[in-house]
């Protein structure tokens, strides 16, 4: 069992950062995939990023490459996502997620509540 608390979200202007923290606790968090999804309203839930448990690979959604970057303290059981030129249409509540499947993109077994991020244009 891994449970996972989100911190971070907020309101910031359109071009601002946020930079988004996950907290695990329970079994070998380095065993996990950790990923960041999102939900906006009306919508279904997107995969954004994710990175292995070793931290030696990541993947990003098309719309997330070049402006987030995932990463992860197994020490301190962390997991970061760093958003950068954030755009109106990332506002969403963003959720973390923790699995041991290898495939980086899907098959998530644990979830956090989620923390909102609204971008104001």
């Known amino acids: 069992q891994v449970q996972l608390v989100e911190s971070g979200g907020g309101l910031v202007q359109a071009g601002g950062s946020l930079r988004l923290s996950c907290a695990a606790s329970g079994r070998i968090f380095s065993n996990y995939k950790t990923g960041w999804f999102r939900q906006a309203p009306g919508k279904e839930r997107e995969f954004v990023a994710a990175?292995?448990?070793?931290?030696?690979?990541?993947l990003y959604a098309d719309s997330a490459k070049g402006r987030f970057t995932i990463s992860r303290d197994n020490a301190k059981l962390m997991v970061y996502l760093k958003m950068n030129s954030l755009k109106p249409e990332d506002t969403a509540v963003y959720y973390c997620a923790a699995g041991l499947n290898s495939d980086l993109g899907c098959a998530y077994d644990y979830w956090g509540q989620g923390t909102q991020v609204t971008v104001s244009s």
């Open positions: 990175i292995r448990g070793s931290g030696s690979s990541t």
